[in-house]
Every structure is written in C-alpha cells, then in structure tokens.
C-alpha cells in the first residue's frame, strides 16, 4: 500500500518521475504525487491534467483486483465482501491438517458445509476423515519406531489427507460459495491445547 507520507518527503523533480506518460508507479502513487505537487504550486496546463488522468484510469483499468489476485491461490471463492458468510479458508485447512492431524481439518471442513447447508457434503468430508486418519494411525503402527523420517512421513500423509478435503470441496462438490476467512481463534486454541497435551504426555511417560 502506498503511503502518501512516503512521497511527501521526495523533491519536486522526483515526484515529476510519478506523473510521466512511461510511469510505472501504481495509480494511487500518480494520485498522490499530482496532488503534492499541485499543492507545492506546480501549475498544470489543461492537456497536462488530462493526460495524468488518463494515465492513471487506464492504470486502475488494468490493475488486478484484489479478489482476481485470491482467485490464483488456495482459495478461489474468497471475497472481502463484508455480507458474505464467514467460513474457514482452505489454507488453513490445509495447515491444520498438517499441525494437528486430518480429523481436526475435515472437522473444519465439515463446519463450512454445515454452515452452507450442504450435508450431503459434510458427512462425505467426515467419513474421509476417519477412514483416512485411521489408516493413517495404523500405517505409522505397523510401521513403528524409526531412526529417522518418522516425523517427514506422518506431515506427509497428511499433507496426502489434506488434499484429499481440497479435492472433495473443490472437485467432487465443485462448491462455489463466496465465502470471507472466518476468525482463527478457536482452531489456534484447539491446535495449541492438543500439541501441550501432548508434549506433557510425552514428558510424563518418559
């Protein structure tokens, strides 16, 4: 974001730089700058003006919108609409999946399917979850101690179980519900409980 305070401190013939024709700055910096230096007594010519506006609408024509910008990475229906209803986004799914294991992310996702009132898709996303996470349990028993690679594996099949949630919500159920990140408070707290009970597992049992 680009601070009008920034350019305030830069001289005369470094803000003329913003308001050329080849400027590549983004638009707000060519606002800004056009307006500092009007207000330092730069008088424009009517052709100037127009020019300088022209520039900067066919800037905002051509800059990405924010939304377009969400659309390339985890979550493609995100919006910053403020109606829009909260739901937890697929990237944090997919973290939680690898922090805290499979089950706790489908529950996560199996709250957003709730939410939208698609059951038929929650309980599909929970079956998932047991049936994965219990395969997973038993393969990491059968597999057992080893030197080395024991903690790579299980972040492993997980990351496998969390693209398998993705996959269901993104593909199987093709869900395109413009949805906003939903607070993160609760599965930070879960998340940090689970991991201390587990540590204080670990070191009582030692």
């Known amino acids: 974001m680009v601070k009008r305070k920034v350019l305030e401190k830069l001289s005369d ?3 003329e730089k913003y308001i050329k024709p080849e400027s590549r ?3 707000e910096a060519i606002e800004f700058a056009f307006d500092i230096l009007k207000q330092r007594g730069r008088i424009f010519t009517e052709t100037e003006i127009g020019q300088i506006q022209n520039l900067i609408k066919t800037k905002k024509d051509n ?3 924010f939304e377009e910008i969400k659309n390339n990475g985890w979550d493609k229906n995100f919006t910053e609409d403020e109606n829009a209803i909260e739901l937890y986004t697929n990237k944090l799914i997919w973290i939680y999946c690898l922090l805290v294991g499979v ?3 489908s529950l996560l996702q199996v709250y957003n399917f709730i939410k ?3 059951t038929k898709a929650a309980v599909v996303t929970l079956i998932f ?3 994965y996470s219990t395969l997973q349990i038993i393969l990491m028993s059968y597999i057992g101690d080893i030197t080395y690679g024991r903690y790579s594996l299980r972040i492993f099949l997980s990351g496998i179980g969390a693209f398998g949630l993705i996959v269901i919500k993104e593909n199987i159920f093709k869900d395109k519900t413009k949805y ?5 408070v609760f599965p930070v707290i879960f998340a940090v409980i689970i991991h201390i009970y587990l540590i204080y ?3 009582y049992e030692s």
Do not use: Q
Not at 180 to 184: C, D, Q
């Open 116 to 118: 939208i009132k698609n």
């Open 129 to 131: 979850g047991i049936i």
């Open 63 to 65: 800059e990405p919108k």
């Open 13 to 15: 013939i470094e803000l």
């Open 103 to 105: 089950i706790f992310g």
């Open 180 to 184: 906003r990140a939903k607070s993160i």
């Open 25 to 27: 700055f983004v638009p």
């Open 201 to 203: 597992t670990i070191f």
